[in-house]
């Protein structure tokens, strides 16, 4: 019965996505694209809580068709702090987007969505953007154990981009703070600076000063793309 459950659970999950995309392929006669990438930074914070330790590499690789993007997006550490998260999301009308992020940590049993040990943090993000104005909402809707979500857990963003720098302010609950309770926990400045090589090659330099109020911690990180 479990494996049952497991297996209509991650094939509907495929289906959806393909079945999706290639909907939108159809209406929107935009070309698909693949790409891959991959960022360095000094050490990996995510919503205000450092995961790892040392410098981090962040691969992705992701498939874009009209309004459609699927993707897995990674971080990796040579203590061996280990994530890879695949996710899909719809460009809407208005600045609007929704789409859904898995959470998985390599090292736990890929296919197990037990309530105790299940290693797939399920969220649902949704996203409006106008201007220099970003907010985004996030909801993680199932109990996973061996990933740490309690099921409920949500995160808010609010962010504005000048013309040379950007501010963030993010709150949440479960996972995101040290009691489970909803707080703010990811405050902070985002600058980045383009250093060019040559005439054809340039790399984005990304800089960011974090406080964590809830946790009362506070981060500098730097992190380059390739």
Known sequence: MVMKRRALFFSGLVGLIII???????????????SAGADVYSNYVWRGTKYGTGPSIQPGVK???????????????AAGYAEADPYFSFALPFGFS????????????LFDVSTETGSQALEINAGYGIGGLALSANYIFNEAGGAGSAGGDKYFQAGYSFSSFSLFAGAGDGWHTS???FDFCNIGLETTRVINITEKFSIPVTGQVILNPEREQFFIVVGFTL
């Open 20 to 34: 999706t995309a290639g909907q939108l392929r159809a209406q929107d006669g935009t070309a698909s694209k693949f």
């Open 63 to 77: 498939f874009v068709t009209g309004g459609f993007t699927a993707g897995v997006w990674g971080s990796f550490d």
């Open 98 to 109: 929704i789409g859904l992020t898995d959470y998985y940590y390599p090292g736990l049993e």
């Open 179 to 181: 009691d489970g309770k």
